[in-house]
């Protein structure tokens, strides 16, 4: 009898929890182009776009041109807002894909771009920047940016804006943020004053 009403406690206890309560976590895939499906730009500049698996059920697409990528999530992807947003500066993918999860369901992506910035005397600068990318039926879209030079702990700061603004990002609307220092190889999208 005591282990029946204990069980039916717990069970009462885990359901009047209130909802926001489970940590996200991340889950990680790698991301190399070679394996992904290609099909060929028919422009000069259009290098063409990329099909390649995510986790189950959120493909990955990516296509380039002028030395920029673009990156979207998801089975209407290419329609997304993220299948059209980039950094100002010349850019290129990163090798691996943290996605952030709460109860097993994505809700945003951390992936490491690199950065070619030109600085005041024409010389490039090499860096690297975390975009982060809201996932779901709101919208694909940027939420914000870290130098993954700058800061020590660029992870956790991208972790902190896609568990704290992700989930409620309006696309089109909400504006993304830079979080932490901006180094000299920091590029953030196009528009956005340093």
């Given at each position: ?56 059920g959120i493909p990955v697409y990516m296509s380039a041109g002028d030395q920029r990528i673009y990156v979207s999530y998801g089975q209407n992807a290419k329609n997304e807002p993220a299948a059209s947003q980039t950094l100002a ?106």
């Amino acid at each position: 009898m005591r282990k029946i009403s204990l069980s039916l406690f717990l069970t009462g206890a885990v359901l009047a929890a209130p909802v926001g309560v489970f940590a996200a976590e991340s889950s990680y895939t790698d991301f190399n182009t070679r394996k992904c499906r290609h099909i060929p730009g028919k422009e000069a500049e259009d290098y063409g776009e990329w099909h390649c698996k995510g986790l189950p059920g959120i493909p990955v697409y990516m296509s380039a041109g002028d030395q920029r990528i673009y990156v979207s999530y998801g089975q209407n992807a290419k329609n997304e807002p993220a299948a059209s947003q980039t950094l100002a500066s010349f850019n290129g993918e990163g090798s691996r894909i943290e996605w952030r999860l709460e109860r097993g369901k994505p809700f945003a992506t951390i992936m490491r771009w690199s950065t070619a910035v030109t600085n005041e005397k024409g010389d490039p600068v090499r860096g690297s920047v975390l975009v982060v990318t809201r996932l779901g039926a709101g919208g694909v879209c940027h939420v914000g940016y870290v130098d993954g030079g700058a800061n020590k702990n660029a992870n956790e700061f991208a972790r902190k804006i896609a568990d704290e603004r992700a989930r409620n990002f309006v696309c089109g609307k909400d504006k993304p943020i830079v979080l932490g220092e901006q180094g000299p190889g920091f590029s953030g999208p196009y528009g956005a004053k340093k």
